[in-house]
Nanobody, 123 residues
Framework: QVQLVESGGGSVQAGGSLRLSCVFT???????YAWFRQAPGKEREAVAA????????YYSDSVKGRFSISQDNAKNTVYLQMSSLKPEDTAMYYC?????????????????WGQGTQVTVSS
């Protein structure tokens, strides 16, 4: 069983930055970690993912160049550094984990989920 705990959300003005953290209990068969987000009235969407065994990262087009996902194995933590934030980035952000996601952005590939952390960007 993998447990994920997110933190770092908050309120920020447009153009600002936040760093989200996802602390996870280590499970040897978990290779993928990802961040998803869900805005009110919208479907949950993939934001970024990291494949730990090969250090590959993926981003949605909407955040590419502004967000960065990284890992710290010593701290069992995955980060999402968010810069140049926009009001449309406002959402609940979730950390997720999978043994191996064939499609990094597919929600159904992820087995373990955190409770989420709220990010609000004001104009």
């Amino acid at each position: 069983q993998v447990q994920l705990v997110e933190s770092g959300g908050g309120s920020v003005q447009a153009g600002g930055s936040l760093r989200l953290s996802c602390v996870f209990t280590r499970y040897k068969y978990t290779n993928n970690y990802a961040w998803f987000r869900q805005a009110p009235g919208k479907e949950r969407e993939a934001v970024a993912a990291i494949y730990i065994s090969v250090s590959m990262t993926y981003y949605s087009d909407s955040v590419k160049g502004r967000f960065s996902i990284s890992q710290d194995n010593a701290k069992n933590t995955v980060y999402l550094q968010m810069s140049s934030l926009k009001p449309e980035d406002t959402a609940m952000y979730y950390c997720a984990a999978a043994p191996y996601a064939r499609r990094w952005s597919a929600l159904e590939e992820y087995i373990y989920w955190g409770q989420g952390t709220q990010v609000t960007v004001s104009s």
